[in-house]
């Protein structure tokens, strides 16, 4: 189970407090005034195929995060829950974590690829190979996160472990 803060359901036993309440009015007004302001920028500042690519962006944006990037880091979740069986649940999230890092770099940096590959006039933009330098993120990743998981491990079942002190 991973740790972390969660939203107490109604008769749960946790108490919300009007504190709260108020925060969280609070934080979606000052959010829906801020949408409201940008859309607004944008209208007026941009031409409109402009605001169709923004519209067009973000639109992929939510299909590549719900299509791709969600389900792979579910499926690898999924995978480690079972092999997890013989690590602490730290490490998975460890592990968890270098997934999400190395599928965002992915996102940025595959559609520079692909700019690359179609030619721009411009000689000063886009000119690293970036195929070959994603790739080298992602071993570095994975064993930066391997190590890191593997060394929690270890910590982990050291403290486990009982004394053997002789008192």
């Known amino acids: 189970m991973m740790s972390g803060t969660r939203t107490p359901a109604p008769g749960d036993g946790a108490r919300v407090t009007r504190g709260m309440v108020a925060a969280r009015i609070a934080l979606v007004a000052i959010g829906v005034v801020g949408l409201a302001f940008g859309a607004r920028t944008l209208l007026e500042t941009q031409r409109t195929d402009q605001v169709v690519g923004v519209a067009v962006f973000l639109l992929l944006a939510i299909l590549v995060h719900d299509a791709i990037l969600s389900p792979v880091v579910f499926v690898t979740g999924l995978l480690l829950r079972k092999a997890g069986r013989r690590l602490p649940p730290g490490s998975l999230v460890i592990v968890q974590a270098g997934v999400v ?16 590959a179609i030619g721009n006039d411009n000689p000063t933009i886009l000119i690293a190979d970036y195929a070959p330098r994603l790739a080298l993120m992602w071993v570095a990743t994975a064993v930066a996160t391997a190590v890191v998981a593997a060394l929690y491990a270890r910590t982990r079942r050291q403290k486990d472990r009982p004394s053997v002190s002789q008192h």
């Open 101 to 116: 890092v190395m599928a965002v770099m992915t996102l940025v940096v595959v559609p520079e690829i692909r700019a690359r």
